[in-house]
């Protein structure tokens, strides 16, 4: 029998469990944190997250879609708020059944965990922080000293992955790495559940965006009919860019609110303490390579490719990474020196592509969204996936086909962007422009 250890009990590293103890893998999943179905967890990395379709296809293999999507709150598309209140709902897609769901990070992470616990092989090792990782002898470090030696070591701990450092500090030669910080924090707020008349504030199959260019603030559905704000604001402000270090007491915080959020602040009785009380995240992208050590280890999820979050994706990214490394296993049983570097080759380009569009569509929703030529080139491009099946949208393809590479939605994205900015800058209605003659011109440039 194999033996895997898997470093950080998150969504990737739950999920992996799953998967290699259904192949008769045993697996020993080691979580520098307590457990959290045990213990109130401090706020982490963002109470809930959009999954789609990549992810869901993760899920599905192993039987988890249908639960998880059973507490998840579709959003449709995203409901701008202008700063004088007017809102406008921007479909996700033209085609029926196309959305994007919110789920709890923690909901998602304990389902995951206790579907693996019930796998034979599967066991859990919480407070258990990893401080570094040898390629000679295999052995994995602990912070309490302790130290394992195992198969294979498979690092799902996250943007700040130890086994990555341990890479990084000599145990690969020319490892390469790259941290790219946004200059943009954020903050997570909160809009409580209303009353059961009205158990949501405001809609609840949408993602709510008040796009302000230089900054943003989203919010997204929990299951219990409360939201999830997030705002996305420099760290160092300036006297043309409000930033966080502005924000120092409650009345600086609830001047800027009146004023960049005023349908908003309404429906958030307790965001001065929330302001305060929750810690201002940092964002960033992160790229590195090679992603193995032989057969010895390898870096999957975030540990691999963190991402900003503007596209939704991180998850679902390193769900799929997950999937796909399954279909290795499919071919080469647990010949890890054969599977990793293939693996590596696979995933490289996708999720460089992906970390590009993501760092893209930050400025697309708080710059574009708010801009009247690209929701004219919304309102074109859901008009085409309404009449034509085969036309996906650049955000279609990423979120809506998993059959996809991220690669090619991206290469086949921007030059369908590139033409359908420039018929919505020439138009006066977008509702009349003709299709057929957009959908020839797509073709055409595709060729
Ligand atoms: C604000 C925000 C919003 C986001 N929204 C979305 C979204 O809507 N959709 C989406 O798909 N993605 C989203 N993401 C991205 C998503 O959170 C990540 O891509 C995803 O969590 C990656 O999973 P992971 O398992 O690789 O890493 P993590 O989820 O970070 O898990 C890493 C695990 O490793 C553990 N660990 C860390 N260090 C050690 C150590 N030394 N020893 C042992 N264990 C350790 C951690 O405690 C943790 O349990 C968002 C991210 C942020 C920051």
Redesign the pocket.
């Known amino acids: 029998m194999s033996r895997v250890s898997i470093?950080?009990?998150?969504?990737?590293?739950?999920l992996l469990a799953i998967y290699l103890a259904r192949r008769d893998i045993k697996v020993d999943v080691?979580?520098?944190?307590g457990d959290m179905r045990l213990e109130k967890m401090s706020a982490g990395?963002?109470i809930?997250?959009?999954?789609?379709d990549r992810?869901i296809a993760a899920l599905r293999e192993v039987g988890m879609a249908r639960h998880v999507l059973s507490e998840a709150v579709p959003m449709y598309g995203r409901k701008i708020h202008a700063p004088d209140g007017g809102t406008k709902l921007l479909s996700y897609s033209g085609r029926e059944g196309e959305h994007i769901n919110s789920v709890s990070?923690g909901g998602l992470?304990i389902a995951l965990m206790n579907a693996a616990e019930r796998q034979s092989g599967v066991t859990f090792h919480f407070n258990?922080?990893?401080?570094g990782f040898d390629s000679q002898t295999g052995e994995v470090r602990?912070?309490d000293g302790k130290i394992i030696t195992t198969d294979t070591v498979i690092a799902?701990?996250?943007?700040?992955?130890?086994i990555r450092r341990s890479m990084f500090d000599g145990v690969v030669d020319r490892f390469n790495f790259s941290q790219i910080w946004l200059e943009h924090g954020?903050k997570?707020l909160h809009i409580p559940a209303g009353s059961n008349a009205h158990r949501f504030a405001i809609e609840p199959h949408a993602l709510h965006i008040w796009p302000r260019h230089k900054f943003m603030m989203i919010a997204?559905p929990n299951f219990d009919g409360s939201f999830t704000c997030?705002l996305f604001l420099a760290h160092h402000g300036s006297a043309a860019e409000p930033g966080f270090d502005q924000l120092t007491d409650p009345t600086a915080v609830s001047d800027f609110f009146t004023r960049e959020f005023p349908d908003a602040v309404p429906l958030m009785p307790t965001l001065a303490d929330d302001f305060f009380a929750n810690p201002t995240?940092d964002?960033g992208t992160v790229k590195c390579w090679p992603w193995h050590v032989g057969g010895k280890a390898l870096l999957?999820?975030?540990?691999a490719h963190?991402?900003v979050?503007f596209y939704?994706?991180?998850?679902?990214?390193?769900f799929e990474d997950v999937r796909i490394l399954d279909t290795l296993i499919d071919e080469y049983g647990v010949d890890w020196a054969s599977i990793y570097p293939q693996y590596a080759a696979v995933r490289k380009p996708n999720t460089d592509a992906i970390a590009e569009m993501a760092e893209e569509n930050f400025y697309e929703m708080r710059d574009a969204t708010a801009d009247p030529v690209f929701q004219s080139k919304r309102i074109i491009e859901t008009r085409l996936e309404n009449t034509f099946p085969d036309y996906f949208s650049k955000y279609s393809m990423v979120t809506f086909r998993e059959d996809l590479p991220y690669s090619l939605a991206k290469q086949r994205g921007n030059v369908q962007d590139e033409i359908l900015m420039e018929i919505a800058a020439s138009t006066t209605d977008p509702n009349t422009v003709d299709l057929n003659e957009v959908r020839e011109r797509l073709k055409a440039a595709q060729t």
């Open positions: 470093i950080g009990a998150g969504l990737a590293g739950s080691y979580e520098a944190r990395r963002s809930n997250l959009a999954l789609s992810g990070r992470n258990h922080r990893c401080t602990f912070a799902t701990d996250g943007a700040g992955s130890p954020y997570e997204l997030t995240g964002l999957l999820g975030d540990s963190a991402v979050p939704g994706q991180g998850m679902n990214c390193a």
